[in-house]
Structure formats: structure tokens, C-alpha cells
Nanobody, 127 residues
Framework: QVQLQESGGGLVQAGDSLRLSCAASGRALSRYNMAWFRQAPGKEREFVAAIKWNGGRTDYANSVKGRFTISRDNAKNTVYLQMNSLKPGDAAVYYC????????????????????WGQGTQVTVSS
């Protein structure tokens, strides 16, 4: 079983950048397709970005396309989310999720497909 730990969140101003990290332990990250989701107060968890186990495919929510980049370094057992041009609407707790196996899921409907989750990291964006 894999354990996930997010880090890198914080308080920034609109227009700033942050890089989130999701460190995996317990099993090799290369076994998993990975994704980032976020959840704002009073809202459901929503899809942000996903990346296939070998980095060969990425997908993004329309709201972050062109501003966020998901990447992974399997040798370091870490997945990243580079967030540029942050907006107040990006404020949320960001979670990374792991899905073992060959099936790859993206989009808001994918939240139930991911098997393992970290504790989340808070991102706050002031206007």
C-alpha cells in the first residue's frame, strides 16, 4: 500500500506561483497513475490534473489549463503540480491521489476511481 504526503502549499498573492509536491512511500510510484484534486470549503472535490504512470499522458481541468503543469519523477517517488498565475478561485486544499494499475482516469468523475489519498495541503490566494 502506498502512502502519500503533499507539501508546498501556502499563502500567496494573485498572480504568484507555487509548486506542490506529493511524495510517495511504501511502494514504487511507477505502479500508479496519479492525479491532483482540490476541494474548497462547501464544495465537492474537483479534478485538477492527472498524469499517467510513465508521464506519457497528462490531462487538465479547463480552469487550470495553460497555468498548471503536472509532472512526476518516479526515481524520486514524487509527483509535482506547478501552479502559475494563481487566482483567488484556485484557493483550496489540494490532494494527490494514486490509482494502481493500467487504467487511467481524469475529470471530475474520476475522484472515486483513485484508491489512495494524501492529507492535503492548503493553498490560499489573496487578491
Amino acid at each position: 500500500q502506498v502512502q502519500l504526503q503533499e507539501s508546498g502549499g501556502g499563502l500567496v498573492q494573485a498572480g504568484d506561483s507555487l509548486r506542490l509536491s506529493c511524495a510517495a512511500s511504501g511502494r514504487a510510484l511507477s505502479r500508479y497513475n496519479m492525479a491532483w484534486f482540490r476541494q474548497a470549503p462547501g464544495k465537492e472535490r474537483e479534478f485538477v490534473a492527472a498524469i499517467k504512470w510513465n508521464g506519457g499522458r497528462t490531462d487538465y481541468a479547463n480552469s487550470v489549463k495553460g497555468r498548471f503543469t503536472i509532472s512526476r519523477d518516479n526515481a524520486k517517488n514524487t509527483v509535482y503540480l506547478q501552479m502559475n498565475s494563481l487566482k483567488p478561485g484556485d484557493a483550496a486544499v489540494y490532494y494527490c491521489g494514486a490509482k494502481e494499475g493500467t487504467k487511467y482516469y481524469s475529470g471530475d468523475g474520476a475522484v472515486d476511481e483513485y484508491d489512495y489519498w494524501g492529507q492535503g495541503t492548503q493553498v490560499t490566494v489573496s487578491s
